[in-house]
């Protein structure tokens, strides 16, 4: 069965650059790669979305390879307010099922 | 817009009753998602919608689920009966299409005793 696959956790600290990874390598053809952001007792939030090469907004950037098979999410000088759950979410197979990764748990330390 | 909508937001009842959760999705979104959340599996799509027609339904867990969206503006999701393993938080999401980013309600957290 197609999965999707995280970093359980990662610890890191104020001002660096996180970067996670998530692993899809039956992504449907013609489907975004979403990243989402959770914090606890709250319903998830958008944070990007991209197709192929680069995206960049005002909060993170998304970097995908070109046999898309994995994703990058890269949060630029972190702050104790980004400590939350990161998930990818994905559209796999002929189907297109919507599947959502696992989920890494980010801690930022001051 | 107030957002995605989500009632109740807590529910506690005891194994074998009825549960129903509702949820009015953001005015103008084409697709409507139900997931549910617990620590063992994650977040789980349980059924999607677009334009009231659900369009995929193998994340219901069994025939005790059901959704319907009726309506552009409203969408249930009905567990009969409920059973103690069904306690989890239930979030409704909308997106303008089903490719779009999702627009999450606060969840309903449920408690079957």
């Known amino acids: 069965l197609a999965k999707t696959t995280q970093p359980i956790s990662m610890d890191s600290y104020e001002g660096q650059e996180v970067n996670i990874t998530c692993s899809h390598n039956?992504?449907?053809?013609?489907?975004?790669i979403t990243w989402y952001q959770q914090f606890p007792s709250q319903g998830p939030r958008f944070i990007i979305q991209?197709?192929?090469t680069k995206v960049t907004n005002e909060v993170a950037s998304l970097f995908i390879p070109a046999d898309r098979k994995s994703s990058t999410l890269s949060l630029p000088r972190v702050s104790l307010s980004d400590t939350a759950v990161y998930y990818c979410?994905?559209?796999?197979?002929?189907?297109?099922?919507?599947?959502f990764g696992s989920g890494t748990r980010l801690l930022v330390r001051p | 817009d107030a957002g995605v909508i989500q009632s109740p937001r807590h529910e506690v009842t005891e194994m074998g009753q009825e549960v129903t959760l509702r949820c009015k999705p953001i005015?103008?979104?084409?697709?409507l998602f139900w997931y549910r959340q617990t620590m063992m599996r994650g977040l789980e799509l349980l059924i999607y919608f677009n334009n009231n027609v659900p369009i995929d339904d193998s994340g219901m867990p069994e025939d005790r689920f059901s959704a319907k969206m009726p309506n552009a503006s409203f969408s249930t999701l009905k567990i009969q009966p409920s059973e103690p393993r069904d306690s989890a938080v239930y979030f409704c999401?909308?997106?303008?299409?089903?490719?779009?980013?999702?627009?999450f309600g606060p969840g309903t957290r449920l408690t079957v005793l």
């Open positions: 991209g197709y192929k």
């Open positions: 039956n992504i449907a053809t013609n489907d975004y």
């Open positions: 999401a909308s997106s303008y299409t089903s490719y779009n980013e999702q627009f």
């Open positions: 979410l994905v559209g796999v197979g002929s189907s297109y099922k919507l599947i």
């Open positions: 005015s103008g979104h084409n697709s």
